[in-house]
């Protein structure tokens, strides 16, 4: 077993009365790509969001290794260089081209010099088939293309662990593939990777460990297969059942016109 | 209208010019600088200067400049502070200025979404390198038409300087027509010296907002 990478510990957040997230636990170690499901508004974005700082929490703990994430933290940026996070609407920054757009955090916050920078950066968007559009603005990419871009932006900072939320979320069914591709590629090279998808076929076939997010905690982890093939709690039943639509499924036409039937 | 008085006030109101532009770009250069930090302080939602600056904008932008001027050249005297026309001059363009500029700072930054700037920052950059980086050429691009219709309102609003006993183009106009009737040839060359300052500008205005339309939005 590998060494925990990521640690969260009773980790509150809420938001005035509400409560998000309720004292939950999650240990992500090295290169282990877990899936994170769970029915809308179950805060499994926010978890994301914590875990990087971008959200103040009421309690509990974010570890990477050892050294604390917090708002608090006087090294907070240096240690946001090593959590990657890609978001569901891109946030690519307009008025910078595809280039500049992945090499402005390597320049001014690892001050890594131009060349070298653009040097990985061409480098990493070849991988992902978009050299050829280094020099264009994010407005003439399509969603798909914004996103691979994103995803290449948050490689070049050389995270240990990358945070994807609902990353194809936003995009047209038919790019949705394109992205994960490259999320299925990064497995392969052994990424840590803590992954809020809503994609059921994907998490599946990329994850390590499926956790099931509901009403704040945790409440069901196990491998994909097992979770997906055969959820133990009632809850997660219920909310794999909304992805299929055996039950509602109308008998054929022609099986009901057959009088010899 | 004769060309013989054109010629001879021509000096008259070139001195005058040059005053209201250094007055004014005095004054609107502050006037920036009072904007930045108000809009500044809105925008990182300061205790108390938030509120103090949200009281400033709508006292600066709900009376006249004149009576800024008149309370600045005659007020300030009563309570013992000296002050000359000039100083006067460019104080009063700056207080009301400043909460115009204010204005147009903030809605730049307004309408740049904040997950921009979270996605800067979980990117490792420092709130500093994220401002200056990724919010503020967004923000100026945006706030650029407002600005630059600033700069032309507030030299125009020179023209009140005359109040204070300040020598400007207006001052010129209205000293000379007093003296020798020749209202044709000074409103000529009145109109003529504001054009001569504000054409230019409204047209690099407008070269710069077209420069600065980054590539459009979509992030």
């Known amino acids: 077993m590998t060494k925990p990478l990521l640690t969260v510990e ?37 978890l994301l969001r914590c875990i990087n700082a971008l959200e103040p929490i009421q309690s509990g703990a974010v570890r990477l290794e050892v050294a604390p994430i917090s708002r608090e933290s006087r090294d907070l940026p ?125 998490a599946r076939a990329v994850a390590d460990r499926v956790i099931f997010l509901d009403g704040g905690t945790i409440v069901e982890e196990a491998p994909p297969e097992e979770f997906f093939d055969h959820p133990k709690t009632p809850r997660a039943q219920k909310f794999l059942n909304t992805f299929t639509f055996d039950a509602v499924k109308r008998p054929h036409p022609s099986s009901l016109a057959d009088p010899t039937t | 209208m004769s060309i013989a008085v054109l010629r001879d006030y021509l000096p008259l109101f070139a001195r005058s010019a040059l005053l209201t532009v250094r007055l004014g770009a005095l004054g609107i250069l502050l006037a920036v600088l009072v904007g930045v930090l108000c809009s500044a302080a ?30 600045l050249y005659y007020g300030l005297p009563k309570l013992g502070i000296r002050t000359d026309p000039a100083v006067c001059g460019v104080a009063g363009l700056a207080f009301l200025g400043g909460s115009y500029m204010a204005e147009a700072f903030r809605s730049g930054l307004e309408a740049v ?43 125009k609003e020179t023209s009140v300087f005359s109040a204070v006993s300040l020598m400007d183009l207006m001052f010129t106009a209205k000293d000379l027509i007093g003296l020798h009737y020749n209202t044709v040839e000074s409103l000529t060359l009145l109109v003529v010296f504001y054009l001569l300052i504000l054409l230019p500008i409204s047209i690099l205005g407008s070269l710069v907002e077209r420069r600065l339309r980054y590539a459009g939005s979509g992030t």
């Open chain 2, 113 to 155: 979404d904040r997950v921009q700037l979270e996605s800067a920052l979980s990117l490792g950059l420092t709130n500093a390198q994220a401002m200056g980086s990724v919010i503020l050429p967004q923000a100026l691009s945006i706030s650029m038409p407002a600005l630059v219709a600033n700069v032309i309102f507030l030299l």
């Open chain 1, 78 to 202: 240096a240690l946001r260089q090593k959590v990657g996070m890609v978001f569901q609407s891109y946030e690519l920054f307009p008025h910078l081209t595809v280039l500049d757009n992945v090499t402005l955090a390597p320049r001014k916050a690892q001050k890594r010099p131009r060349a070298e920078a653009e040097r990985e950066a061409l480098a990493l968007l070849e991988r992902v088939g978009l050299a050829d559009r280094a020099r264009d603005y994010p407005r003439q990419l399509s969603g798909g293309q914004k996103q691979r871009v994103a995803i290449v932006r948050a490689l070049v900072m050389h995270p240990q662990v990358l945070l994807f939320d609902e990353v194809t979320a936003a995009l047209d069914p038919e790019m949705v593939r394109e992205v994960l591709d490259v999320l299925l590629d990064l497995a392969r090279q052994g990424r840590t990777m803590l992954i809020v998808t809503i994609e059921m076929n994907f």
């Open chain 1, 10 to 46: 009773g980790l509150v957040k809420r938001y005035g009365e509400h409560t998000v997230l309720n004292g939950l636990d999650l240990t992500v170690r090295e290169g282990e790509v877990v899936v994170i499901v769970g029915p809308s508004g179950c805060g499994k974005s926010t």
């Open chain 2, 42 to 71: 809105q925008y990182f939602r300061l205790p108390v200067l938030q509120q103090l600056s949200a009281v400033y904008i709508e006292l600066s932008r709900n009376t006249p400049l004149l009576v800024q001027l008149f309370f």
